[in-house]
């Protein structure tokens, strides 16, 4: 009624195929375990070993006040606000010709203006014609 059991190598393989793409597979794969229950065993002491990585290392109590003084976080805190502060500036949008929220730079009522004043000093400095400025050849 019952079926044969299968080798134990097939058994293993069968185990490590599978496995999840990721660490515990890997880790599987690297020890090349020769049975069943040394593959779980690998596989549950590599997850294990995974998730308690990723939720972090946490030190020990400080048991004497003579070991080390606890970091200054004061500069960090400082430098998190300004990120925080930069993040919120994104949003809005500012004029490059002079700050304004109001408009962007093509609608600049000053940018207008320097450009009204800088094309009329040019056409009042170009010699009579030439629309080059400069000389004409003699024939």
Known sequence: MFADRLPESVTVTV???GLRTGVVRTEVFLNRPTSFEEAVAV?????????????????PPASSSSGPEPMDLSHAEDEEAELRAAEA???????FTCGSTDHLRP?????????AQSS??????????????????KN
Request: aromatic share 6%; charged share 20%; proline share 4%.
């Open 15 to 17: 185990f490590m195929d």
């Open 120 to 137: 009329g000093n040019t056409a009042a400095n170009r010699p009579s014609g030439s629309s080059r400025g400069g000389l004409q050849g």
């Open 107 to 115: 609608g600049c009522p000053l940018r207008k203006q320097s450009q």
């Open 89 to 95: 500036r994104r949003g809005i949008r500012r004029c």
């Open 43 to 59: 596989a549950l002491n590599a997850e294990h070993n995974f998730k308690s990585a990723r939720l972090g290392w946490s030190a």
